[in-house]
């Protein structure tokens, strides 16, 4: 038998409550029905280039040429019956119930349609409100922008024999779209692609036979789940990016055909014990390689395996598309909130106390076009603690202001897993470890690959006079994201756990390193100069202090022994003999 896999927009409808209906008056039930079909149903898919591929007795399935033609008959189709209707006592009205989806579906020789998109399409049906159409996510991103009439997004849905949750929206026909009062310069209209949309291609397997590509289709799919958590992000479904599987691909056609701005591409070859992972991420609209990895890994368990790659690859590809985002806020000439929230992530990724204030006032900017947006409000706490860090005099009024930040965020979001991260950092510094410990764990139950997580945990036992558990956590944070923006301080929490169990120069080393990757930390500096100090190593440690205040110049040593995270009498202890080592090295009293 011949066969056919292809994309395609695929509309099912059906009547509601049609057994009722039939069994009040069949007859007349079937002769309106007759008439709906040559009146309106036929002609509102010709018009549209449908084609339909069954019909049932109240209901027909059709497929488009795109996801715009759908959703323009499904209207169409919605407001036939809605003037139909008119006069009608409301237990006697035909009502449809509409789903669109744009997926993956396989063409038989006789022309009917098999797959998921056709399931989808179908359950999606079932779930949508008499006289409205629901949409997949895949099908939604298609036509955003073009409806005029009111959408409602119902969230994530779990779907009847579909393996994964999808969100889904509502197009309630008759309900006009709310109008916003319109600027006195209306800014233009962008075109184009969602910001921040991928899709992941299916990775290709390379070597290794069956068993080795059921792995790597596993990686593909659990790297698109693992994506599609991160906010203000649009990744393309799983079922719509395996259309391409084995597939010659043109980077350009493919964001035309899925409207996406970056593409994800590579293979997993296996041979010899190994497996070599190569990965690229292309901008959709000039085909050019923003980012590319390669990384070797011995074979082992094949699920412990699976998750180790794709933390590793969510945590580069976030850093990576949250960059490439930031450029192009940056050239964008009427900012939007989101727009303003990019530019802000990239102010504070250059580090240094000027960038990090003016990330603050870009995080701002976005919360006064959005207050509601969760992103920008956890971006402002998040400057606010590491000024704490920075500028001491200010440590207890940012951390109060921080915590204020991360509660809002919470309130209008409960599973930001940021502010859930946020919020148990700040914790760990105000002498809370344990309820910082728990909302770290709650971070990681809502994305487990955080490896910043796991090092603040390391930071916890510090604080709780178990330094001796630090260096374990640190490098459980090294597995997940081993090429991590921020993992200069992973090594700068090993380095003082190691300090504080009096391992001095493993510190000094660890202190070294971290300030190697990153020169802009005060607290590095610090306690390096602590460790230097302690080991007699006075020129070194001298030039460590002097650095440090020459980025903190406010910091003394009255001013941290008041900023004590802890009141654990083993963390106090050990704390003493780190101010000693930098009272040797030179840091003002105050």
């Known amino acids: 038998m011949i066969v056919t896999r292809k994309l395609a927009a695929i509309l099912v409808a059906d009547i509601v409550g049609y ?39 109240d209901g027909v399935l059709v497929e488009f040429r795109s996801v715009v033609d759908a959703v323009r008959c499904g209207i169409e189709m919605q407001n036939g019956l809605i003037e139909r209707n008119a006069g009608v006592p409301a237990d006697r009205q035909i009502r449809f119930r509409i789903g669109i989806h744009l997926g993956d579906v396989v063409e038989e020789a006789d022309g009917d349609l098999m797959g998921d998109g056709v399931n989808i399409a179908a359950r999606l049906e079932g779930i949508a409100t008499p006289g409205a159409i629901a949409l997949s996510e895949d099908a ?80 593909t799919e659990s790297l698109t789940t693992d994506l599609s958590r991160l906010s203000n992000t649009v990744v393309v479904a799983r079922n719509t990016a395996f259309t391409y599987k084995g597939k010659p691909v043109d980077a350009k056609q493919v964001g035309r055909e899925l ?62 598309l949250i960059a490439a985002e930031a450029r192009r806020a940056e050239l964008e000439p009427n900012p939007d909130a989101i727009d303003y929230y990019f530019r802000g992530v990239a102010a504070f990724n250059k580090g240094r106390i000027e960038n990090i204030l003016r990330a603050k006032e870009l995080f701002q900017e976005a919360l006064k076009l959005n207050p509601a947006q969760v992103d920008a409000i956890v971006g402002a706490a998040r400057a606010d603690v590491i000024m704490a860090l920075y500028r001491q005099e200010e440590r207890a009024e940012r951390l109060k202001a921080a915590e204020s930040e991360l509660l809002n965020a919470l309130a209008i979001d409960p599973r930001s897993h940021w502010a859930h991260l946020w919020l148990g950092y700040v914790q760990i510094l105000t002498n809370r470890a344990s309820r910082g410990v728990g909302e ?111 980025i903190a110049p406010g910091f003394t ?34």
């Open 557 to 590: 040593l009255a001013g941290y022994r008041a900023a004590a995270e802890s009141d654990n009498p083993v963390f106090l202890a050990q704390r003493e003999r780190v101010i000693e080592g930098m009272r040797k090295a030179g840091v003002p009293e105050g």
């Open 140 to 219: 939604y991103r298609q036509v955003r922008g073009r409806i005029e009439f009111a959408v409602s997004d119902l969230g994530m849905k779990a779907l009847k024999n579909i393996a994964e949750p999808l969100r889904v929206y509502s197009l309630q026909v008759g309900v006009p779209a709310e109008a916003r009062p319109a600027p006195l310069e209306s800014p233009p209209q962008r075109s184009g692609p969602e910001r921040c949309s991928l899709v992941v291609l299916p990775l290709a397997s390379l070597g290794g036979g069956e068993e080795h590509e059921a792995f790597v289709d596993g990686v």
């Open 19 to 57: 057994s009722r209906l039939a069994g009040a008056d069949e007859d007349r039930v079937l002769a309106r029905l007759r008439a709906l079909r040559s009146d309106l149903i036929d002609p509102s898919i010709s018009v549209h280039n449908g084609r339909v591929v069954k019909r049932t007795g």
């Open 259 to 320: 409207n996406v701005r970056y593409i994800l591409e590579g293979s997993i070859q296996r041979g010899a014990g190994r497996m070599r992972i190569n990965t690229q991420l292309i901008d959709a609209a000039t085909g050019n390689h923003i980012w590319a990895d390669r990384f070797d890994k011995p074979v082992a368990d094949s699920f412990d395996m699976q998750d180790e790659i794709v933390s590793r690859l969510a945590n580069q590809l976030r850093a990576e």
């Open 440 to 550: 770290l764990e709650r971070a990681m139950s809502l994305n487990r690959n955080i490896g910043v997580a796991h090092a603040w945990m390391g930071l916890a036992r510090i604080m709780q006079g178990r330094a001796e558990e630090t260096e374990a956590h640190v490098a459980e944070a090294f597995r997940i994201s081993p090429t991590d923006g921020v993992a200069f301080l992973w090594k700068y929490i090993a380095g003082l756990g190691k300090l504080f169990l009096g391992a001095d120069a493993e510190a000094a080393e660890l202190f070294r390193q971290s300030i190697d990757a990153s020169r802009n930390f005060p607290l590095n500096h610090f306690h390096n100069a602590a460790a230097l100090g302690l080991l007699g190593r006075q020129s070194e440690a001298e030039s460590e202090v002097e650095a440090g205040l020459a």
